[in-house]
């Protein structure tokens, strides 16, 4: 991950239930249009607050123990010592808590690609921008603690956590403080770089990207790696946390190949929306 200018605020909301919606084609339903707020959305720098309901020190390196939908992770934190990936951030508590969620809920668009199609063979997830591994580590840990049937070979998930050079130690420290060998792997990953023939052959199952959309230098190198990475079948996750008018460039831009669907049928929508923090699923218009 790039250094921002700023480092954003965090959340942390107990779940409430909603009523299930579906993403409308519609211009007033368009996603887009959520981007279109003013600058009061720019955040300030805090030193401690609270991340799922645990007190947080931003700014001080540690290891935070966090419980989300009933999966405790692990997470070494760095203060921010390696560049802002190496803290914890709202949008990662949402992918995590939306992929632990969908295990036993079928209408979660992860629950066929991830939980039931894994019994079947193995599930190849990227994440993208990963930091601290958040979101690869609560989805490694969901799986090691679902009940599952007898085991067959080949079944399973296959979760690599990739980011820049300087955090790759960070989030090798996290795979082995949770105890997540063999399931999560850690990997550096330069966006707009050419990518290593295993990200490819064949494609990922799912890419997921929590708050990979913050610094505008980086845009375009994010479109390159995702339009590289996706192939005609992969369910790209997206959650966001909305900040700058900026950011609505990456969205303009990625439309031309992927066409975005805001993600609202999940039970902490209305908290983490409240807090201008957003899911996406990205579906390729371009076939490979």
């Known amino acids: 991950m790039i250094e921002p200018t700023m480092s954003p605020s965090l959340i942390a909301k107990s779940p409430s239930p909603i009523q299930s919606t579906t993403p409308s084609d519609s ?7 959520s981007l279109l707020l003013a600058s009061d959305l720019i955040p300030l720098a805090q ?15 540690g290891v935070l123990e966090v419980t989300l939908n009933g999966t405790v992770v692990k997470i070494k934190h760095d203060g921010g ?3 802002c990936g190496g803290k914890v951030w709202p949008a990662g508590e949402l992918l995590s808590r939306y992929l632990i969620g969908a295990r036993e809920n079928e209408k979660y668009l992860a629950n066929e690609v991830v939980w039931k199609e894994s019994a079947k063979r193995k599930i190849k997830i990227i994440e993208l921008g990963s930091g601290t591994g958040l979101v690869g580590l609560a989805l490694g840990n969901a799986y090691n603690l679902a009940p599952r049937g007898s085991a067959v070979k080949d079944t399973g998930l296959d979760i690599i956590v990739t980011d820049q050079v300087n955090m790759l130690s960070l989030m090798a420290d996290n795979v082995e403080l949770n105890d997540l060998q ?6 550096v ?6 990518l290593p023939e295993h990200y490819v052959r064949p494609f990922p199952d799912v890419i997921l990207a929590a708050d990979c ?7 375009p190198l994010l479109e390159t790696t995702l339009l590289a990475m996706t192939g ?9 946390k909305r900040r700058r008018k900026a950011d609505k460039r990456f969205f303009q831009s990625i439309k031309k190949n992927f066409r975005i669907e805001e993600i609202k049928d ?6 983490f929306s409240r807090e201008s923090v957003f899911l996406y699923r990205l579906i390729r218009k371009t076939p490979m």
């Open 266 to 271: 999940y039970e902490e929508y209305k908290d």
């Open 81 to 83: 010592a390696a560049g």
């Open 213 to 219: 959309v913050y610094y505008e230098p980086s845009f």
């Open 47 to 61: 030193d401690v607050t609270k991340f799922a309901g645990v007190d947080y020190a931003t700014s001080q390196a």
């Open 232 to 240: 005609d079948n992969t369910l790209v996750l997206m959650s966001y």
């Open 189 to 194: 990953l330069d966006w707009g770089t050419e």
């Open 182 to 187: 063999g399931t999560v792997s850690a990997e």
């Open 27 to 33: 211009e007033s339903d368009d996603p887009l249009q």
